[in-house]
DNA sequence: CTGAAAGCGCTAACAA
DNA sequence: TTGTTAGCGCTTTCAG
């Protein structure tokens, strides 16, 4: 049977609330009561339980992170720095990946306000934002990460704007006229393209809205995009993908097409992912600073649950270009 | 406030066990009352609170998993079907990642075990097996996954000799006959090196011991090796990395050295991770079928938690070699 | 078919 | 400094 407060009472010869007390370093103990209690504790292998601590009225000590998808190499990298940020402030995370269905994201957040966790944390890609709503009504605390929202929710993500802007900036400094975007159908998509909008803006280039592409990150939508492109005759010099995974695709497509990179077709990608330093030539790209995002995320949210917080807070991190092999100037 | 079992049967005239019946369809409750419950639970947006459950002896429906590290792109994956499957039975999952670390280790098991988890998974990479004995004296289930072990712990893993045997062979049979191996410093990568070594023999080709190599997973450690291996004279023309991510690091080495691959030298991965499909050419690896595999793990841990096991099962899933564009025939 | 009451393991007043 | 006691929200006998 599991051992429990009442056991190690028992056995120290003290009353459950000295050995609460002890546990929690609260109230004013007798250094020898104290050392006799973890005597106790340790000879019979007691280990306090959350789920009891947790009903009364104390906090699960439990975050949920809700990701499209875990085995995505970028949410792989962010869920990692959440865990060990929330590691360092004694709390673990239940990952829940949605893979941006709407269902999913519903069962998933019944799933751990039903778990009693303190708080949420919302990564891009999700979509029914509305099912938020109830949770804030609730007071339970959400934090987004990487999706600008438009409510009034607290906020850590990337400039998706200047990210986009720097990503074709580049490009158009490059001499690059003629650059393909493609996207993904998400907020922070939209974002990106308006910075490669603002971009070409600023040098007065036109925009062939032919060139803009919504669709979903895959490796094999990077490719059919590709090919597309091609054989549509839009014949661009430059690619701009809105993540790492849909800019292997395309250089794979592209290739797979008799393109060299980046001598007939410069490709830059948004991430920074692992994928970025295994592709030949690396893979010129967008970073986030995801352990910076992590930190602040765990920050903000930890507040809000301990209560300290007021009003909405949104941070936004700055990208920065990583140039590698993937773009070169127009020739 | 949180709305309770109580908000629940005042708003429906009953009383809490009435509602506790119908929430859990145990009992006989009428139908009429039944839909008076369910709708004032739909009114007052009732959630029942797992902790209460869980502290009335019920299972948390949480289980422990314990991995290197996720944002390593196998374990990624692994993790991602374990999630799945999980959420298939009603549980949900914290991940801890260990970076073979012993301390965090001992940490994470304990957390876990303060959270009451009904179950853990324990993932190759995990050093400090002693530590599950205590878990295994408190009678809770756990499961190793993707890793051998002595003891008497149900586990399913893939056949790692057959693994190492598979690559080799393949190597092998292309007529290589200096092939060096670099495995990861952990059970299962022993495992491939006995399958290695059972090629090597069954063939009666002699081994030269200078080309065995442990180390951690890393693509670092894949170039680093790659490089001592030829600054040393072994020359090998072939090499086989003991997963994916050393054998990216033993190509970019090699090419850094100015090898073409797989003219100059052939190298053969393991795990089959998205990584081995954004190589250029693709890489040969070996694949583990991560689906069945967290499939069974899970079914075996339910039925643990359950109650209904009795003797230790383990299953071992047989590799299947994967020959893309980085090994060749030995002109 | 429905309800009263006793816990599950722990914390937090309030006493002593 | 230490102990008594009343919950936290829910399940589960055991009675009606």
């Not at 459950?16 to 019979?44: A, D, H, P, R």
């Not at 975050?63 to 402030?89: C, T």
């Given at each position: ?70 085995s ?52 891009s890609?999700f ?64 974002l ?30 990077g490719?059919?995009l ?15 993908a ?57 920050e ?20 920065t ?11």
């Amino acid at each position: 049977m599991k051992t429990t407060i009442y056991d190690v009472a028992r056995e120290a010869g003290v009353s459950i609330t000295t050995v609460s007390k002890v546990i929690n370093n609260t109230g004013k103990i007798s250094e020898k009561t104290k050392k006799k209690v973890f005597k106790s504790m340790e000879q019979l292998n007691y280990v306090p339980s959350q789920v009891a601590t947790a009903l009364t009225g104390k906090k699960t000590d439990t975050i949920g992170l809700l990701v499209p998808d875990v085995s995505n190499p970028f949410y792989a990298a962010m869920v990692r720095q959440i865990e060990d940020e929330a590691h360092l402030r004694g709390m673990s995370v239940i990952v829940c990946s949605t893979d941006y269905d709407s269902e999913k994201e519903s069962k998933y957040v019944e799933l751990l306000k039903r778990k009693q966790v303190d708080g949420f944390i919302v990564s891009s890609g999700f979509s029914k934002v509305e099912l938020l709503d109830q949770l804030i009504e609730d007071g339970i605390p959400i934090i987004m990460l990487a999706q600008d929202n438009p409510d009034k929710i607290n906020a850590v993500s990337v400039d998706d704007f200047k990210g986009g802007y720097l990503a074709t900036s580049h490009l158009l400094s490059y001499g690059h006229r003629n650059i393909a975007i493609i996207s993904e159908q998400v907020m922070s998509g939209d974002l990106r393209i308006y910075g490669y909008r603002a971009a070409h803006d600023e040098r007065k280039i036109p925009i062939n809205e032919e060139n803009i592409f919504k669709t979903r990150a895959s490796l094999e939508n990077g490719k059919r995009l590709v090919k597309k492109l091609f054989e549509k005759g839009n014949n661009p010099t430059a690619v701009f993908a809105c993540n790492d995974l849909l800019a292997v695709g395309v250089i794979q497509g592209a290739r797979e097409m008799g393109k060299r990179i980046p001598e007939d077709l410069s490709v830059i990608g948004f991430d920074d992912t692992i994928l970025a330093t295994i592709t030949v030539p690396g893979l010129t790209t967008v970073s986030q600073p995801i352990g910076d995002m992590a930190r602040k995320t765990l920050e903000t949210l930890v507040r809000q649950i301990k209560g300290e917080y007021e009003g909405v807070e949104r941070t936004l991190f700055m990208p920065t270009l990583v140039v590698r092999g993937t773009t070169s100037r127009l020739t």
